[in-house]
T-cell receptor, first 114, second 107 residues
Framework: SAVISQKPSRDICQRGTSLTIQCQVDSQVTMMFWYRQQPGQSLTLIATANQGSEATYESGFVIDKFPISRPNLTFSTLTVSNMSPEDSSIYLC???????????FGSGTRLTVV | DAKTTQPPSMDCAEGRAANLPCNHSTISGNEYVYWYRQIHSQGPQYIIHGLKNNETNEMASLIITEDRKSSTLILPHATLRDTAVYYCIVIGGKLIFGQGTELSVKP
């Protein structure tokens, strides 16, 4: 199955700043996804990112706060904008690999906003 | 996407089979059942998936009832490294996580 490299693995950021998280897949995939996992909670889907179109956001998430790029079939970025301590979470990207392998995940970015 | 219901936690003795149940009574005909697990501080790991037939791979077996309203993930010989949160997910297009089952494998 595909391997996803996600970086940074962790960061500590000042409130009011922005952080861009990168996700690189070692094969071409059609659909990529971004998730947030708050401490002690399950994963929450932020948005779906398809190459060549705007990302589709889930309820409660907006493009101004979480802009996403998907320039090609192997790469995507998520930016967490104007951060506050409430944005402290693990952010994960995922790629759909079809029926055989399902969905593969990166190792996550642990973000702490101070 | 159909909703799933799982027990919040389970214990299992090391070396014994771990049977994790999942209810998905609103599943529709073209939706797959996927199982993932998340070991602390890591990204979710794919385990197995199925549509209506039972499936087996090197990690686990998946038993889906004939009416497809429930399924069971079986880890045949649980080890301490199988301690994790296990998620049962019904997928029609995107992966939506519920709260999962926290499995603790004890010596």
């Amino acid at each position: 199955s595909a391997v996803i490299s996600q970086k940074p693995s962790r960061d500590i950021c000042q409130r009011g700043t922005s952080l861009t998280i990168q996700c690189q897949v070692d094969s071409q995939v059609t659909m990529m996804f971004w998730y947030r996992q708050q401490p002690g909670q399950s994963l929450t889907l932020i948005a779906t990112a398809n190459q060549g179109s705007e990302a589709t956001y889930e309820s409660g998430f907006v493009i101004d706060k979480f802009p996403i790029s998907r320039p090609n079939l192997t790469f995507s970025t998520l930016t967490v904008s104007n951060m506050s301590p409430e944005d402290s979470s693990i952010y994960l990207c995922s790629a759909e690999e079809g029926a055989r392998y399902g969905y593969t995940f990166g190792s996550g970015t642990r973000l702490t906003v101070v | 996407d159909a909703k799933t219901t799982q027990p919040p936690s389970m214990d299992c003795a090391e070396g014994r089979a771990a049977n994790l149940p999942c209810n998905h009574s609103t599943i529709s005909g073209n939706e797959y059942v996927y199982w993932y697990r998340q070991i602390h501080s890591q990204g979710p790991q794919y385990i197995i998936h199925g549509l209506k037939n039972n499936e087996t791979n090197e990690m686990a077996s998946l038993i889906i009832t004939e009416d497809r309203k429930s399924s069971t993930l079986i880890l045949p010989h649980a080890t301490l490294r199988d301690t994790a949160v296990y998620y049962c997910i019904v997928i029609g297009g995107k992966l939506i996580f519920g709260q999962g089952t926290e499995l603790s494998v004890k010596p």
